[in-house]
């Protein structure tokens, strides 16, 4: 059966502090990663990945998949207060563009 | 398992024809269901905020005469595209929420091609 797991559910560190968040997934027909940061409305959109092995990078926030392990994990260094979301992860299928979520991890950055 | 359902998960129609898509969580009851619509680059934009037994609140520049959105049961949302145009094709996601464990969960999602 298909599902996205992320670990963990939600997580409090400091300022500054650097945290990794998990992603494992079991789906047929993988087609790429998406990570997403949600914090009022519409989950935005960090980075898609597809190929294993690769880093993707943007300012503070970095991530990777890897396809053996069918994971994925999103990094975030020097975090800030303004990091604080919950931090989502989507897996999209070749076949009928459907798209498995999971329920996120709940990030809280104190000053 | 997959707590959100929605049906279906892929629809092509005509232009000026109206689609229904239904969203439904399995295995709770959902006070409030949140329909998006996905962009180029992957990213979502909110489209509404459906609440059981009443009015559904539209994010602003989305047409509510368009895109009727139904959430008659605890367990059922509906949106409608009404009159669809090519414009519209576009991916349509629903999620609910878990109020009592606080938790969004998503549906797979149901892609719409209008010819």
């Known amino acids: 059966e298909d599902k996205v797991v992320q670990s963990p559910l939600s997580l409090v560190v400091h300022e500054g502090d650097t945290v990794t968040l998990n992603c494992s997934y079991e789906?047929?027909?993988?087609?790429?990663l998406l990570w997403y940061k949600q914090e009022k409305k519409a989950p935005t959109f960090l980075f898609m990945l597809?190929?294993?092995?690769i880093e993707k990078k943007s300012g503070r926030l970095s991530s990777i998949l890897d396809k053996k392990e069918l994971s994925s994990i999103l990094n975030i260094t020097a975090t800030q207060t303004g990091d604080s979301a919950i931090y989502l992860c989507?897996?999209?299928?070749?076949?009928?563009?459907?798209?498995?979520f999971g329920t996120g991890t709940s990030l809280t950055v104190i000053p | 398992g997959a707590v959100v359902s929605q049906h279906p998960s892929r629809v092509i129609c005509k232009s000026g024809t109206s689609v229904k898509i239904e969203c439904r969580s399995l295995?709770?009851?959902?006070?409030?269901m949140f329909w998006y619509r996905q962009f180029p680059k992957q990213s979502l934009m909110l489209m509404a905020t459906s609440n059981e037994g009443s009015k559904a609140t539209y994010e602003q520049g989305v047409e509510k005469d368009k895109f009727l959105i139904n959430h008659a049961s605890l367990t059922l949302s509906t949106l409608t595209v009404t009159s669809a145009h090519p414009e519209d094709s576009s991916f349509y996601i629903c999620?609910?929420?878990?109020?009592?464990?606080?938790?969004?969960?998503f549906g797979p999602g149901t892609r719409l091609l209008v010819l």
């Open positions: 989507a897996v999209e299928r070749n076949t009928g563009n459907q798209f498995y």
């Open positions: 295995d709770f009851q959902a006070t409030t």
């Open positions: 999620s609910a929420l878990d109020s009592y464990q606080e938790t969004q969960y």
């Open positions: 597809t190929s294993s092995g």
């Open positions: 789906v047929t027909n993988f087609r790429s």
